[in-house]
Each structure stands twice: as C-alpha cells, then as structure tokens.
T-cell receptor
Framework: AQSVSQHNHHVILSEAASLELGCNYS??????LFWYVQYPGQHLQLLLK??????LVKGIKGFEAEFIKSKFSFNLRKPSVQWSDTAEYFC???????????????FGAGTQVVVTP | KAGVTQTPRYLIKTRGQQVTLSCSPI?????VSWYQQTPGQGLQFLFE???????NKGNFPGRFSGRQFSNSRSEMNVSTLELGDSALYLC?????????????FGPGTRLLVL
C-alpha cells in the first residue's frame, strides 16, 4: 500500500535555528508532492509543491524543499525559523497516473513544530 | 477570489443522529475532495466529486456519503453517528482537470459526537 512517512512527530527549536523536516513516500510511479502547514486555529495552507522540473522548489515564507527521486524523499527546509513558524506541517503525495488517485492526497502523520523565542 | 467555505464550523450531535456538512469551492473549481482529520488517524481521504459525479472513494463505511450540485457545491452526510466520527472534516477544491492538481482547503467543520 502507498504510504507517506514523516520522520519526526514533534520538533522544538529556538528562533533563528535551521529547520529540516523529512518526508518519504512509497510509490514507484510519477507523483506530485506538497507541503501544507496548519497554523494554530487556521486551516491547511499550501507551503510549496513539486510537479516536475527543478527538484529544488521554493515556497512561501522562506521555505524550500528538495525532491530526491532516488530516495523517494521530499524534505522541507528553512534556514532560520521564527516564532510565527510554530505550526503543524504535513507532507502530501498524489500519484498522477492511476485512476484511483482522483482527488486523493495521501498525507503523512504531520510534524508539530514549536519555535521558542 | 474567495477561498473554500464550509458550514457549519462547529457541530455537536449525539450517537445515532445524522449530520450534513456543506462545502462551497473556490469560484471556477469543479472538483471537491473531503477529508477526515483526527488525532489518531491523521488526514484521511473520504471521497472526491467532479461535475456531480463521485470519481473516487476512500475506505470509509457506507454511513459516509456525499453529493455535488451543478454549481459545484458539495455536501457530505454521515448517518447513524458513532463516537468515533468526532473529527475535523475538511473540504478541498481544485479546478478538476488534472489528477494531481493543487488542492485548496477550507477551514473545516468540527464535529463532536456525544
């Protein structure tokens, strides 16, 4: 069965520290990849996405992610976090070549990130 | 453009009752997907609708159903509610022309079953 794994469930770090969140998926075909963020009390928002092309993609608020096809990974990074980055982060994958994928994002379990002042 | 809207935002029901949740997609979007979010199971796909047709369905019992109207608005219904149905129900919309398009999420409906 297809799955999406996020390596850490909870991350606590100080402001200005660097952040890297791991995401691996198990699917051998072509996929589209996403990172969503859920700030406290807010709805899921798109941080960035990868469909094709340059495997290093930049998103909003200084986030970037690197797609490594050989490792089935799509890790999220931010060089210097702020207190306002406290949120839950979700990696999501959708295969693009199978009919049973219509509208079906597969999410990782999420990583709760707490940034302390 | 206005984002995805969901009503109601909060609901309290008792076991055995049924509930209907509503979702209005972004203007021009023709596809709506529904998800259930719980602390234990995370985000799980319920079903997807496009042009009033269900194109995909997740692994949920038949008590969970949905429909889509000609204006792309969608509703989901849960009958014979169980305690385990307490969750945040999220609706996401996209244009609908491609399988892997970006989905834009609404604020969700938080359902509490007592």
């Amino acid at each position: 069965a297809q799955s999406v794994s996020q390596h850490n469930h909870h991350v606590i770090l100080s402001e200005a520290a660097s952040l890297e969140l791991g995401c691996n998926y198990s699917y051998g075909g072509t996929v589209n990849l996403f990172w969503y963020v859920q700030y406290p009390g807010q709805h899921l928002q798109l941080l960035l996405k990868y469909f094709s092309g340059d495997p290093l993609v930049k998103g909003i608020k200084g986030f970037e992610a690197e797609f490594i096809k050989s490792k089935f990974s799509f890790n999220l990074r931010k060089p210097s976090v702020q207190w306002s980055d406290t949120a839950e982060y979700f990696c999501a994958v959708i295969p693009t070549m199978t009919t049973d994928s219509w509208g079906k994002l597969q999410f990782g379990a999420g990583t709760q990130v707490v940034v302390t002042p | 453009k206005a984002g995805v809207t969901q009503t109601p935002r909060y609901l309290i029901k008792t076991r055995g009752q049924q509930v209907t949740l509503s979702c209005s997609p972004i203007s021009g979007h023709r596809s709506v997907s529904w998800y259930q979010q719980t602390p234990g199971q995370g985000l799980q796909f319920l079903f997807e609708y496009f042009s009033e047709t269900q194109r995909n369905k997740g692994n949920f019992p038949g008590r969970f159903s949905g429909r889509q109207f000609s204006n792309s608005r969608s509703e989901m219904n849960v009958s014979t509610l169980e305690l385990g149905d307490s969750a945040l129900y999220l609706c996401a919309s996209r244009a609908g022309t491609g399988m892997g398009e970006t989905q834009y999420f609404g604020p969700g409906t938080r359902l509490l079953v007592l």
